[in-house]
């Protein structure tokens, strides 16, 4: 009988897995730390997990060669990749991979760690819901439909590109739902560059828990929606139109569509 | 040799010319002067002819042979007369000053019966030209002149006593006069001595002349380039050609500085960045090793801190554990930004704020040190727009830079902090200033405040002289040296080239007074106006881009200083003055962060006195 566990974290620093495992355990969550990808697949031959947390550059199998291992032998666990080295290739290759939901860079503090696992977990259990509701596994979820015309990256963020060659960004209706509502934003300010991949914005939900939001596209800020700032359920409410974050100039649009999806 | 020096090649050029010149003109003036000697001599000896003549003329009616060879021998004699004689028609010898060959027969080939029977008939009449030969009996005698003179038959003849010539005769003989040519000769050889004398000295004085010039005005310049640009070339940005010239080879040698100059500025700034670069891509890779260790500091001492609630004192030696790790990892974070080029994470903050949480992190090891810390913050300041992390790291690099300089003794370090205005005014150093022919009128020897003077000429009337501006841009402390008023006759001018420095059709907006007018390499132009107490300024370039409210942060110490030769590199990665202690990355990265913000990092120190740090940081942005 397989038996089902929260979390798989794999990472070759014992160090890391070891606090990893700590402040899981104390949340609650089932925990199992494996040291290497191989050491790992063998864990998931025995086990079922819910997340699997894993970290980016390993020795023999990498995090993304690791992941294309699953895929391969038809796991469909969602995976949450570790970096010390956050670079933006990194960043937007762990938010758009199949079979990868999200990363969180190291060094992260304890409630850094809970927050994302427990927003990916929900986000997991919420695909799985519109998945048995007969709805296809990805992306943005049912109850507020995502337009056609908009570019997501993962389930975190989307932009819309303006025919005077400005795009809209903002946050996706799944990231909101993950992360129980929004109770504060913390913007940058106008002028300002934005990162593809990097965070752009803070959201803190209502039970205090502070989630990055990942930029959809480069560029520079050139306007900032103030009612996002100053009421933050009407993005909650209407993520896709009046709860739009940013106006930017993309500054390299060609390269950064190709990583998201419509 | 001569392909590879212009001067050479130019002093040949022009010498062959004066040689070919004055080759045709001695050979056309020998040949006329050769011409009118012998013209003159031919014409007297025609005189000569014509006077034996008419002298025997009178002797030959009356047939008085004695007569006629004693005055032919007389005249045959004289020195400048080689013989006279006198020939019939058949070629007979009648008289002749040489006795010896009278009765001989002159032959009809000989050089005096040659003209009239050159033909095979003996012609009947001969002009003066005809009648003239100048030939050399033998190798070794002078050229000798004969003319020979027709004696033609006429009615006294005929009817003369005598009655020896019948009237069909048409000649009647002959008279030949020879004369020697030696004088003529002689001067002949003489004046063309002296042209070929003449013509060499001039050639060689002109080519001496010319040779000199070229030398002077163009080989000199470009061997004076040439050693600039293999200087240059060698790396050597700081050579400077020393031509005075105001041809275009002068401008050239000032176009050259001027790209020199430009160079070694760029070359400075490419060298600072390079470093910078190559510390980002360090950074880069140390960033991956730091992180997991600083994982698990930062994992474990927030879920310490989470944990421990019932300690107040544990807590905040955790809450410092974290919030310091969370700065190490902002740290790395910017410096992996660094690497890739990206601009700080900017929040609206408070300055004073940030200097506190600063202090905080070094108070104890600046209390252990014996090191004072005393602040003087302005509550009254703006917020400003700067990333609060790296700002911190700013104040800490500064502090911990500022106790190290204290050492051993007790010392004290000293923040203030204010708002200030800042103008481009009495800010900004003009450093190169150019006229219209780009000459700089920047001139290191006269100096301003220990700063090289902008020096212009003036003229009104017939009083001239200098002035030297001061630099600092929008300053009004000029060495005006007594210079007249400005109106309409008033010149202002570059003292290399007197280029005028007066602005085109444009006059103070203030006092309506001429404006004086500069270019800065690649800043654009300068304008101002010298009127007394006017002082209106322009310089748009920086006018525009200046933005005139800034927050000011001085970080005071009374350590050991820092000599002056360390000062200009105190910015440029690994140049420490802390010896084996430091990296000489702290500054490096204080001075990419403070420039990441549109600030100002500024360096006073006198060694022995202590230093300041001052930072000024935008507030507008």
């Known amino acids: 009988m397989r038996q089902l566990k929260d979390i798989l974290v794999i990472d070759d620093e014992p160090m890391v897995t070891r606090v990893v495992v700590k402040v899981c355990s104390s949340e609650g969550m089932t925990i199992m730390p ?51 080295y956050s ?25 850094e760690l809970v927050t994302v696992i427990q927003r990916c977990l929900r986000c997991s259990l919420l695909l799985n819901e519109s998945e048995s509701a007969g709805l296809p596994r990805s992306g943005a979820l049912s109850h507020v439909p995502c337009p056609t015309n908009y570019y997501r990256l993962g389930y975190v963020s989307w932009a819309l590109m303006e025919s005077n060659g400005t795009a809209k960004i903002g946050v996706s209706d799944l990231f909101l739902k993950a992360s129980e509502g929004a109770r504060e934003f913390e913007l940058s300010m106008p002028g300002e560059d934005l990162l ?67 | 040799m001569i392909n590879n020096n212009i001067g050479l090649k130019l002093t040949f050029g022009v010498v062959l010319t004066i040689l070919v010149a004055i080759g045709i003109f001695a050979f056309f003036n020998i040949q006329s002067e050769k011409q009118s000697l012998l013209t003159e001599v031919e014409r007297h000896a025609n005189q000569l002819s014509e006077a034996v003549k008419s002298d025997t003329e009178y002797d030959m009616l009356h047939n008085d ?111 030949d006069v020879t004369i020697p040519l030696t004088d003529v000769d002689r001067n002949i050889r003489r004046s063309q001595f002296a042209m070929v004398i003449l013509a060499i000295s001039a050639i060689l004085i002109l080519s001496a002349i010319v040779g000199f010039m070229v030398r002077w005005w163009i080989d000199r310049p470009i061997r004076e380039l040439l050693t600039g ?100 990892r902002e740290i790395v974070k910017s410096l992996l930004d660094f ?49 609060a ?6 104040f800490i690099n500064l502090m911990v830079n500022a106790s190290d300089a204290i050492g051993e003794n007790r010392g004290s370090i000293k923040i203030t902090s204010k708002a200030i205005n800042l103008s481009p005014d009495g800010v900004l150093q003009i450093k190169r200033a150019l006229c219209r022919k780009r000459h700089d009128l920047v001139d290191r020897k006269i100096q301003i405040d220990g700063k090289p003077a902008i020096s212009m000429r003036y003229r009104r009337k017939k009083k001239t002289g200098l002035i030297h501006l001061n630099p600092m841009y929008g300053s009004t402390e000029h060495k005006l040296n007594g210079m007249p008023d400005i109106d309409a006759e008033f010149e202002l001018m570059c003292p290399d080239c007197s280029a005028s420095l007066i602005a085109d059709e444009e006059v103070c907006p203030k006092c309506e007074s001429p404006i004086y007018a500069f270019e800065v390499p690649l800043k654009g132009l300068v304008n101002g106006c010298l009127k007394e107490g006017c002082g209106w300024h322009r310089w748009e370039q920086v006018d525009s881009a200046w933005n005139d409210e800034y927050v000011e942060v001085r970080v005071t110490d009374d350590g050991c200083g ?60």
Not at chain 1, 237 to 243: L, N, S, T
Not at chain 2, 389 to 394: F, K, S, T
């Open chain 2, 389 to 394: 992390n790296q700002i911190q790291q700013v």
């Open chain 1, 34 to 84: 494996a040291h290497h990808a191989q050491e790992a697949l063998q864990f998931l031959d025995r086990n079922e997990f819910r997340l699997i947390l894993c970290d980016i550059m390993m020795p023999e199998l990498s995090g993304f060669q690791f992941l294309e291992e699953l895929s391969g032998r038809g796991i469909h666990t969602p995976v949450v990749m570790m970096t010390g």
């Open chain 2, 339 to 387: 690497a890739r080029q990206t601009v700080p994470k900017k929040r609206k903050a408070d300055i004073n704020e940030i200097i506190s949480r600063a202090a905080k992190v070094i108070e104890n090891q600046l209390s252990n040190r014996q090191v004072d810390l005393e602040m003087d913050l302005d509550t009254t300041l703006p917020k400003v727009t700067v990333d």
């Open chain 2, 229 to 328: 640009i293999k200087h240059v070339a060698g790396g050597n940005l700081g050579y400077r050609v020393k031509v005075k010239s105001e041809d275009e080879l002068g401008m050239l040698a000032n176009s050259f500085n001027n790209m020199t100059d430009s160079l070694a500025e760029a070359r400075l700034q490419l060298f600072q960045s390079d470093k910078l670069a190559s510390l980002g891509r360090l950074a880069a890779g140390v960033a991956h090793e730091i992180n997991n260790p600083l994982t698990a500091v930062l994992t474990n001492s927030s879920y310490l801190l989470k944990r421990s609630q019932a300690q107040p004192e544990t807590r905040e030696d955790l809450q410092v554990i974290v919030s310091e790790t969370i700065r190490c």
């Open chain 1, 87 to 111: 670079t933006v290739e990194n960043a937007v290759k762990s938010l758009t991979t199949t079979g990868c939901m999200d990363y969180i860079p190291k060094p992260f503090t304890a409630d």
């Open chain 2, 562 to 621: 820092i000599p002056e030769e360390q000062l200009p590199k105190l910015f440029e990665p690994f140049a420490t003055t802390k010896g084996q202690k430091g990296t000489g990355l702290g500054l490096a990265v204080t001075w990419g962060i403070i420039d990441n913000h549109n600030g100002t990092i500024s360096v006073e120190s006198e060694v022995g006195a202590g230093t300041t740090f001052i930072i000024r940081i935008p507030v507008g942005q």
């Open chain 1, 196 to 262: 593809q991949g990097i965070p752009c914005a803070d959201m803190t939900s209502p039970d205090g828990s502070v989630h990055s939001i990942m930029c959809p596209l480069s560029g520079r800020i050139l306007e900032v929606n103030e009612q996002a700032q100053t009421s933050p359920s009407l993005v909650e409410k209407d993520p896709y139109f009046r709860g739009w974050l940013y106006r930017i100039l993309p500054s390299n649009p060609a390269s950064d569509l190709q990583w998201l999806s419509l």
């Open chain 2, 65 to 175: 042979r004695e007569r006629i060879h004693e005055s032919i021998h007389r005249i045959g004699n004289q020195e400048s007369i080689d013989r006279v004689r006198v020939f019939n028609k058949s070629g007979e010898i009648i008289y002749s000053s040489d006795t010896a060959e009278i009765g001989t027969m002159v032959d009809q080939n000989a050089e005096s019966c040659h003209r009239c029977h050159s033909a095979g008939e003996p012609l009947g009449r001969l002009d003066q030209q005809e009648r003239t030969r100048i030939f050399r009996p033998n190798a070794e005698s002078p050229r000798l002149l004969g003319i020979i003179n027709p004696i033609y038959n006429s009615p006294t003849c005929w009817t003369a006593a005598c009655h020896a010539h019948p009237d069909t005769q048409t000649v009647l003989g002959v008279l």
